[in-house]
């Protein structure tokens, strides 16, 4: 078998020992277009997990690494002067000459030969190759030539960074963020041997311009950091390497193979170095590379198919985080805004890999303190009170705890009346000790359902069903509860979902209405846009729906403004082409959905809080911006909405929206750190650490849980008993079990915790 390695770097090289070793008789060649001894860049960073897997594929790689580098177990975060070490970490730093050197020292031991200054552009020089390893790098000319044979997708980053070295020695690895009249600047800072340390100095690309930086002046670049960071550096000089400014592409290939050649580290993908090397990824993609092809020899689809079995998932899951962490450094003046303690808890949580509790498990100490901070910032002096069962307040309107049940359809109302179905699941999750009720939308009007199942406040008789509900909660708990207010629009007369998904009544339908005549599907039939008349006669609709909701008694309004029904078409540009006063600009696109709210907020009661749900991305190509978003949300805030529950997606039916835990909890942050307003957030967040994670880093005020809440009406009562909290609104005829389900919970914790200990990688310290 005749393998080809078309780049030398540590992937390439690591691959090539490691199948080398496995089936001896392989020839192996590895191709490089730099002299053995260059290298660009300074040191890498390994974790205690990774040093773990290399020590089981090749002890002598391990060995050799691990003779090399620097270990430290702290981390700290230093802002303007101020510093927080957090420990537990465990990674080391290693030079990457020195692994490339090591590396290339294993690959002659087990025999791979290795080509320095070989250029490769001709790929018909290798006809007899059984496979071609393609990873070139970031800028890998194999994989540009065949683009769309590997699907490429190349995303430049909007932050810009710069890599340099320093001789300041680092017994930690360092964020040092430094504030100045530009911008905010981040360097990110290791030691990765003797007497050496990588300086990845990083900011927005209008700091940079404003900095007056230029991408290739290396002279110029080093002075003016230096300046900068003159504190941080300790009168150490800025060493470069071919240090250009550069922004960070984000690689993607939707195949990871063709024909025979397949695609390895950063030319596949990369990942943001803010949460790790791109050197890791691509040496545990070596890994599995060679795995595949030791498993199936030549047979070249197999050994793909099983490739990127045992990694795309990963590979994309990394990426995701990446991403998530970048986005956070591409938003840092936003966060520098926050006191010191919880900005360093957000720099350690960024990713959502890191939680409240595995920091707490690495360094008990930094979390006690940012638990403390929290609660003392709200004047709440029981300090150990965890975030999510601190109280909070909208005007007059008390909130045991931060935990919302999210608007969700139950599609079981008849002739838009509510019934004992409605009373029993609103019911159980207040007594459940959900903080905040927010029922499903309510439609405002017969022609304003999404279906025929949808519940109602057009009439008194809803309204007196609604009442029966809103008795019962504060009768039998201390939970607060709101209606969402809303217009289906132009989704509207649809089957309810157990029947299928935007499925148009055949028999009793509707004529639909929307800010354009824009179908929501091919299927659907297209909405008749609206007059003024028939903004008017909706107007009266929500105003008379709020007055109906004040006289059933609920606490709070939430106005339905999201998931492009009929306020919402009005907000995106995707849903709205008007040509009159209410289209084009944001301005005008939010003139109609702000005359319902300053309409509905004149006949509510001054004393209770109203809530406006927005989608702050459509999640699909000229969709609804950030800026847009913001403005948005500032309208709404001066009309007099107390809280802004932020959502995204559901405008389009053509949508590609990012997925993940946590997903939609940047939108929230945008919106309350940049408009100033309380923010709910919600989006596949499933525990109560999640839940005290986002709180405490300050993206959201309330954390809504929509599906975690359907099969368990106690989920707050499971999670009160996980933290051993205990309050004061149990129902007397529960309290008994509270012997019961503390107990095994804290055991089930405890259980939970010694377990994540003991499957915590062995540190690799020499």
């Not at 552009?121 to 071609?132: K, P, V």
């Not at 359902?449 to 309204?463: D, F, K, P, S, V």
Request: proline share 4%; hydrophobic share 40%; aromatic share 10%.
């Amino acid at each position: 078998m005749k393998i080809k390695v078309i780049g030398g770097g540590p992937g390439g090289l690591y691959f090539s020992i490691l199948l080398k070793k496995a089936i001896p008789s392989c020839e192996i060649d590895v191709y490089e277009r730099n002299k053995a001894d260059d290298s660009f860049g300074f040191g890498v960073v390994f974790s205690d997990e990774t040093l773990s897997e290399f020590l089981s594929r090749d002890v002598q790689s391990y060995e050799l690494i691990r003779s090399k580098f620097a270990y430290w177990d702290d981390l700290e975060v230093a802002r303007d002067g101020e510093v927080v070490r957090i420990s537990g970490n465990g990674f080391c730093g290693c030079s990457r000459k020195t692994l490339l050197q090591l590396l290339q020292q294993r690959c002659i031991e087990e025999g791979v030969q290795l080509h320095f200054e070989h250029n490769i552009d001709d790929l018909s020089q290798f006809a007899d190759a059984d496979y071609i390893i393609a990873c070139d790098g970031i800028n890998s000319p194999i994989r540009d030539a065949r683009q769309e044979q590997f699907g490429t997708n190349i995303q430049l980053k909007s932050n810009r960074f710069v890599w340099l070295g320093s001789t300041r020695p680092l017994d930690a690895f360092t964020y040092f963020f430094r504030t100045t009249e530009h911008g905010t600047f981040v360097a990110h800072t290791y030691q990765y041997e003797q007497g050496m340390s990588t300086w990845i100095f990083e900011c927005a690309d209008q700091t940079w311009k404003n900095a007056g930086f230029e991408v290739g002046n290396e002279a110029d670049t080093m002075a003016k950091l230096s300046e900068i960071f003159a504190e941080e550096l300790q009168g150490h000089s800025l060493i470069s390497n071919k240090s250009h400014w550069r922004q960070f592409p984000h690689v993607t290939n939707n195949q990871w193979h063709s024909g025979n050649i397949v695609l390895l580290g950063d030319a596949k993908a990369t990942a943001h170095y803010s949460i790790g090397s791109g050197t890791k990824l691509a040496m545990e993609c070596a890994i599995a590379l060679a795995d595949s092809i030791i498993e199936h020899k030549q047979d070249k689809a197999q050994a793909f198919e099983k490739y990127e079995q045992l990694r795309r998932s990963r590979v994309e899951m990394i990426q995701h985080a990446a991403n998530v962490s970048l986005d956070w450094f591409e938003h840092m003046d936003r966060h520098m805004q926050h006191d010191f303690t919880p900005f360093a808890f957000g720099v350690m949580t960024r990713s959502k890999k890191v939680t409240f509790e595995n920091l707490a498990l690495r360094d008990d100490s930094f979390t006690e303190k940012v638990l403390t901070d929290f609660n003392c910032s709200i004047g709440n002096f029981k300090v150990k009170t965890p975030a999510a069962f601190t109280p909070f307040s909208l005007r007059d309107m008390q909130l045991k705890n931060r935990i919302v049940m999210s608007p969700m359809g139950q599609y079981a109302a008849e002739d838009g009346l509510v019934s004992n179905w409605h009373l029993v699941h609103y019911g159980a999750r207040a007594t459940g000790g959900v903080g905040l009720i927010l029922t499903e939308m309510t439609a405002v009007s017969k022609k304003g359902r999404i279906t025929l199942g949808c519940a109602g406040i057009w009439t008194e008789e809803q309204m007196l069903k609604w009442k029966k509900v809103v008795r019962y909660v504060h009768k039998y708990s201390k939970s607060k509860i709101g209606i969402q207010l809303g217009h289906s629009g132009r989704k509207g007369s649809v089957e309810v979902p157990s029947i299928g998904a935007n499925i148009p009544l055949a028999k009793r339908g509707w004529d639909l209405i929307s800010a354009s005549p824009i179908a929501f599907t091919a299927d659907m039939p297209i909405p008749r846009e609206m007059t003024i008349t028939d903004m008017n006669n909706v107007i009266s609709e929500f105003v008379n729906a709020t007055i109906f909701a004040e006289e059933a008694g609920f606490d709070m309004v939430e106005l339905q403004a999201h998931h492009g029904f009929l306020l919402a078409s009005f907000l995106s540009p995707l849903t709205n082409v008007r040509t009159d006063e209410f289209g084009g600009s944001i301005e005008n696109r939010l003139k109609f959905p702000l005359q319902v709210f300053q309409a509905m907020r004149e006949v509510f009661p001054e004393n209770k809080p109203m809530s406006v749900r927005i989608s702050a991305s459509d999640w699909a190509e000229n969709g609804v911006t950030e800026v847009e978003v913001v403005i948005i949300a500032e309208a709404f805030k001066n009309a007099g909405a107390d809280i802004i529950n932020v959502s995204t997606g559901n405008t389009v039916s053509y949508q590609k929206p990012q997925v993940g835990r946590m997903w939609q909890t940047p939108f929230s942050d945008l919106v309350r750190n940049t408009v100033h307003i309380p923010t709910i957030t919600t989006g596949y967040i499933q525990n109560i650490d999640q839940i005290n994670t986002l709180l405490l880093n300050a993206r959201a005020d309330l954390v809504a849980l929509g599906r975690p809440l359907l099969l368990d009406p106690n989920f707050v009562r499971h999670a009160q008993a996980y933290e051993q909290f205990k309050p004061d609104d149990i129902p007397n005829q529960y309290v008994a079990g509270v012997s019961h389900l503390y107990p095994l919970q804290s055991a089930e914790r405890n259980a939970t915790e010694s377990m994540k200990k003991a499957l915590k990688p062995e540190s690799h310290k020499k």
